[in-house]
């Protein structure tokens, strides 16, 4: 079966093409390079960047793929969350592409797209439901109860920043560019892990799975504050921060699992394409025979490659968005 994935929630327009669990194709075009110079993503940009190059990216996919319009079977598409704007015109475009080949739609959850891309690596050992999901990215920090591919059950979330936004918020205080999360991972990796700096940790209520990161982007801007901040004291606050945030990560979702009873734990999400917060996760869950699945990088960031893995396993499902047109599945 032929899915095409419509992936459009922020700043990258993205296309793929998978045929049964195999990805064909995985085509980004990112409005990144628009954004750095405003320190983050400005959503008017994001959308007018999507509808300028949607085609552009899908007829190079198609490509890619080595398919004909006639062989897709699914549309799936990416319908929140997200931008309104970013999301409109994936959405739009998946409608009208849907109309004019006759074809299903499948609407996705943007976050449980990106646990899904774990299905699209060859593994010895396959990722299977149910298990412990997290989501790591620029927008998101969560943990669910993955039981199925339209079963999924919330533990815990972030109160107020996400992840991302708290590493692109302290690389700010800290004067380095945007986006923060690959910069401080570098800067982190030059420091020795002699001195570490203790950030205080929120605290939540007991056994919550929920996460704040307000409190530790404070505590670092207080520490900068009327300090001469050297090269190297750079390097040890982020060092220090980014310990700090996935120790905290890691701990609730490992006790996340083990309260479940479950024995795998799945990861999507930028954030998940940081070397340091992986070895970390694999460090601490070697302690307790827990099985980790990430993705490889081009996986992690946002893509339509995972838009379809999940929108082929709800297809086959009979799991379909609303039609523009009346449509015979096939499926």
């Known amino acids: 079966m032929i899915t095409l994935g419509i992936e459009t929630s922020c700043d990258e327009t993205s296309i793929g093409v998978v045929n049964n669990g195999r990805m064909l194709s995985n085509i980004v075009a990112s409005s990144l390079e628009f954004h750095k110079v405003y320190g983050g993503v400005v959503p008017?940009?994001?959308?007018?960047?999507?509808?300028?190059?949607?085609?552009?990216?899908?007829?190079?996919?198609?490509?890619?793929?080595?398919?004909?319009?006639?062989?897709?079977d699914l549309i799936a598409f990416t319908e929140s969350p997200g931008l309104v704007g970013s999301l409109l015109a994936?959405?739009?475009?998946?409608?009208?592409?849907?109309?004019?080949l006759g074809k299903p739609l499948v609407s996705v959850n943007h976050l449980h797209a990106h646990l899904l891309a774990n299905f699209l690596e060859k593994r010895k050992k396959?990722?299977?439901?149910?298990f412990i999901g997290l989501v790591i990215s620029g927008g998101h920090t969560s943990i669910l109860l993955c039981e199925g591919c339209e079963k999924f059950k919330s533990l815990g979330n972030t109160t107020d920043d996400a992840v991302g936004e708290a590493f692109d918020k302290v690389a700010k205080i800290l004067k380095l560019p945007y986006p923060g999360g690959p910069v401080i991972e570098k800067r982190a990796r030059r420091f020795n892990g002699k001195g570490v700096i203790n950030f205080p940790k929120a605290s939540l209520q007991k056994n919550s799975f929920d996460f704040?990161?307000?409190?530790?982007?404070?505590?670092?801007?207080?520490?900068?504050?009327?300090?001469?901040i050297t090269k190297k004291e750079i390097n040890r606050i982020a060092y220090s921060f980014q310990e700090n945030v996935f120790g905290i990560i890691v701990k609730k979702t490992i006790d996340a699992c083990l309260k479940s009873g479950l024995k795998e734990i799945a990861v999507g999400g930028g954030v998940a394409s940081n070397r340091r917060f992986c070895e970390i996760l694999r460090n601490n869950a070697k302690h307790y025979n827990l099985d980790i699945f990430i993705p490889r990088r081009e996986y992690c960031l946002d893509n339509g490659a995972m838009v379809a893995a999940i929108g082929e396993q709800m297809g086959k499902r009979g799991v379909f968005a609303k039609s523009v047109i009346p449509v015979k599945t096939g499926i």
Do not use: M, Q
């Open 90 to 100: 994936g959405i739009s475009f998946a409608k009208a592409l849907a109309w004019a």
């Open 44 to 72: 008017e940009i994001a959308s007018r960047h999507h509808i300028e190059c949607i085609n552009y990216v899908f007829k190079k996919a198609v490509s890619r793929g080595r398919i004909r319009l006639k062989d897709i």
């Open 212 to 228: 704040s990161f307000s409190g530790i982007k404070t505590a670092v801007l207080y520490y900068v504050r009327n300090r001469h």
């Open 126 to 130: 396959k990722l299977t439901f149910p």
